[in-house]
Structures are given as structure tokens and as C-alpha cells.
């Protein structure tokens, strides 16, 4: 079975600063899909940034980045400038074709912006 | 585009009784999954379904759930009786499946919070 592991249970950055927030996985499949997703305070899932396996470049969108290092099966997700409507739980997951393309995801990282 | 659709969005019900949870996934999307969250264990699979039929529903907890998906734009989920231990929120999702740009990409309801008094 994969596995999804977020090691930092809680972050804090300041307003407008960077932060990185890590994912590590671990399967045997070469084919595969590594997704961000949000969790504000109303409990909504949002899609932040998605990766499939099989693409070298790393996936951008706008303020967020992230960097796969698929031979260390790394997943991190950087916050460029962040603001305070960042401030969430964000879960890292992973899917493939074994389970239907379900998500399988990590505990989450309660990040926390402030002024 | 309507998003996926959940209802009731707050339910608080007493031991015992039925609960049932209702979905429409996004249009044209063959997979519906069925995720529940809690503090405790996080966000964990219940049951998915493709092109209406159910794969692979070892998620779900007991003989108390079950799942249903009667037409590619309606799904329940349904626990009878339901116990305190059943209090979570409950997230339907929907996905197109493989090819595009976004393939595989899942997209979810706003939730149902359960609670069992």
C-alpha cells in the first residue's frame, strides 16, 4: 500500500514570506499523480497544484510551486508571499491506476500565516 | 460549472437513527468517491464508484454503511443505525477519470457534518 507522510504536523510563517511544506511517499509504481490540497477553516477541499510522475518539471501555479524529486519520492509544496487566506490545513496525496485513481492522503500540515 | 453538490450539509441526529447523505457529482465525471474525516483517523476512502458501479468498497467501516448510485449523477451514502463514533464530515468527490489535461484530478463537495448524539 502507498504511503503518505507529512512530518511537520504545524508551520508558521509571517505575511509575505516563503515557506515549504514537505511530503515524502512511498510505492512501487512509476506511473503516478502527487496532488496539494487546502483545508480552510470551513472544511472545503480545494485543488491547490497537481504533479503526474512522469513529468520532469516541477508543477507551478501562481504563488505556489512545488519541487518532486521522484528518486527520493519528495513532494514539497512552497508558498511564495504568503497571505493570510493561506492559513489552513494542507494534505498532500497520491494516486494511481491500482486504486482507481483514489486519492490516498497524508495527515496534514496545519499551516499558519500571520501579520 | 456546478461543482459537486452535497446535502445535508449539517445533520445532527439522535443513536439509532438512519442517516442518509446525498452527492451529484460534477456532469460528465465517471468516478464518484465517498471520503470520511475525523480527527482521529483523517481522511480515509470509504468507497468509489466508476461509470456507477461500485470497485472497491473496503473502506467502508461496517454493515451499518452503505452506498448506492443509482444514475451517473446521483449517490447516497447511508448509515443505519448510526452511533456517536459515526460523527464526522463526510465528503463526496468526483473525477473525469484518465486523459486531459486534468485527468485524475478529484474534485470535492463542501461536505456533510455529521453529528450522533
Known amino acids: 500500500a502507498q504511503t503518505v507522510t507529512q512530518s511537520q504536523p504545524e508551520m508558521s510563517v509571517q505575511e509575505a514570506e516563503t515557506v515549504t511544506l514537505s511530503c515524502t511517499y512511498d510505492?512501487?509504481?512509476?506511473?503516478?499523480?502527487l496532488f496539494w490540497y487546502k483545508q480552510p477553516p470551513s472544511r472545503q477541499m480545494i485543488l491547490v497544484i497537481r504533479?503526474?510522475?512522469?513529468?520532469?518539471q516541477n508543477a507551478t501555479e501562481n504563488r505556489f510551486s512545488v519541487n518532486f524529486q521522484k528518486a527520493a519520492k519528495s513532494f514539497s509544496l512552497k508558498i511564495s508571499d504568503s497571505q493570510l487566506g493561506d492559513t489552513a490545513m494542507y494534505f498532500c496525496?497520491?494516486?494511481?491506476?491500482?486504486?482507481?485513481?483514489?486519492?490516498?492522503f497524508g495527515k496534514g500540515t496545519s499551516l499558519l500565516v500571520t501579520p | 460549472d456546478a461543482g459537486v453538490i452535497q446535502s445535508p450539509r449539517h445533520e445532527v441526529t439522535e443513536m439509532g437513527q438512519e442517516v442518509t447523505l446525498r452527492c451529484k457529482p460534477i456532469?460528465?465525471?465517471?468516478?464518484l468517491f465517498w471520503y470520511r474525516q475525523t480527527m482521529m483517523r483523517g481522511l480515509e476512502l470509504l468507497i468509489y464508484?466508476?461509470?456507477?458501479?461500485?470497485?472497491?468498497d473496503s473502506g467502508m467501516p461496517e454493515d451499518r454503511f452503505s452506498a448506492k448510485m443509482p444514475n451517473a449523477s446521483f449517490s447516497t451514502l447511508k448509515i443505519q443505525p448510526s452511533e456517536p463514533r459515526d460523527s464526522a464530515v463526510y465528503f463526496c468527490?468526483?473525477?473525469?477519470?484518465?486523459?486531459?489535461?486534468?485527468?485524475?484530478?478529484?474534485?470535492f463537495g463542501e461536505g456533510s457534518w455529521l453529528t450522533v448524539v
Open positions: 468527490a468526483s473525477s473525469p477519470g484518465t486523459g486531459g489535461p486534468l485527468g485524475n484530478t478529484i474534485y
Open positions: 456532469s460528465g465525471h465517471d468516478y
Open positions: 504533479q503526474e510522475a512522469y513529468k520532469q
Open positions: 496525496a497520491f494516486s494511481n491506476s491500482n486504486s482507481g485513481y483514489a486519492l490516498n
Open positions: 510505492t512501487s509504481e512509476s506511473n503516478y499523480y
Open positions: 464508484f466508476n461509470n456507477n458501479v461500485p470497485i472497491d
